[in-house]
């Protein structure tokens, strides 16, 4: 069964660094779209950056320029490098991935959208 597992959340202080990783297991498919997203108490779900299977990236605008997204395809991983974190970033952090027969970050995130799979997520606090 699919299944995809978050790590690497915890507790900083605002300037710091964190890494998030996740590893997907259970999908037939040999490209998948993987993704990062996020969430507060309260607040929706909102998407953090996507990447497809090829490495294209998309990310919104809060994460441009101090997040990265990257992925090993032939481990079925991706990791979030966070850095200069900020207050404003403590959520909880989830992983989701899904088959992707296209590319780019629209079509992904598209995908991730309508049959993504999600992990249970991981708590990042910035104090």
């Known amino acids: 069964h699919v299944q995809l597992v978050e790590s690497g959340g915890g507790t900083v202080q605002a300037g710091e660094s964190l890494r998030l990783f996740c590893t997907a297991s259970?999908?037939?498919?040999?490209?998948?779209?993987m993704g990062w997203y996020r969430q507060t108490p309260g607040k929706e779900r909102e998407e953090v950056a996507i990447?497809?299977?090829?490495?294209?990236?998309k990310y919104q605008d809060f994460a441009k320029g101090r997040f990265t997204i990257s992925k090993d395809n032939a481990q079925n991983t991706a990791a979030l490098q966070m850095n200069s974190l900020r207050s404003e970033d403590t959520a909880t952090y989830y992983c989701?991935?899904?088959?992707?027969?296209?590319?780019?970050?629209?079509?992904?995130?598209?995908?991730?959208?309508?049959?993504?799979?999600w992990g249970q997520g991981t708590q990042v606090t910035v104090s």
């Open positions: 259970g999908f037939t498919a040999s490209r998948l779209c």
């Open positions: 990447i497809d299977g090829d490495g294209n990236a």
């Open positions: 989701a991935a899904g088959a992707s027969r296209g590319r780019g970050g629209d079509y992904c995130e598209g995908i991730l959208k309508a049959i993504g799979f």
